[in-house]
Nanobody, 124 residues
Framework: VQLQASGGGLAQTGGSLTLSCTAS????????VGWFRQASGKEREFVAA????????YYADSVKGRFSISRDAARNTVDLQMNSLESGDAALYYC??????????????????WGQGTQVTVSS
């Protein structure tokens, strides 16, 4: 699976951005598609994920109520709608696929395929 992330850019504090992840190849029923982010000097952290079959969604506590993940199986895409952006949301955002797993994990080491990243900048 090859992943292409897009949609990053500059937003003001309190503003919104939508990131998109487009997959080339097959995403299987047991796969999870997740978004991670990495700010300068920090470790990569989990943001949100969705199970491809059940559409069950998972969020980091820091983004609950502000971010929304959605998948479109027909288009093989996963979007991350980010609202009420804060300075702490600024980072390089990656989408990733955890292949053929039966349980959800936030650990980026468990994800098998990664996109190239898209930069989100938040200005005050």
């Amino acid at each position: 699976v090859q992943l292409q992330a897009s949609g990053g850019g500059l937003a003001q504090t309190g503003g919104s951005l939508t990131l998109s992840c487009t997959a080339s190849g097959t995403i299987y029923s047991n796969d999870f598609v997740g978004w991670f982010r990495q700010a300068s000097g920090k470790e990569r952290e989990f943001v949100a994920a969705v199970n491809w079959r059940s559409n069950r969604k998972y969020y980091a506590d820091s983004v609950k109520g502000r971010f929304s993940i959605s998948r479109d199986a027909a288009r093989n895409t996963v979007d991350l709608q980010m609202n009420s952006l804060e300075s702490g949301d600024a980072a390089l955002y990656y989408c990733a696929v955890e292949h053929d797993n039966y349980y959800f994990t936030k650990d980026p080491n468990d994800y098998d395929y990664w996109g190239q990243g898209t930069q989100v900048t938040v200005s005050s």
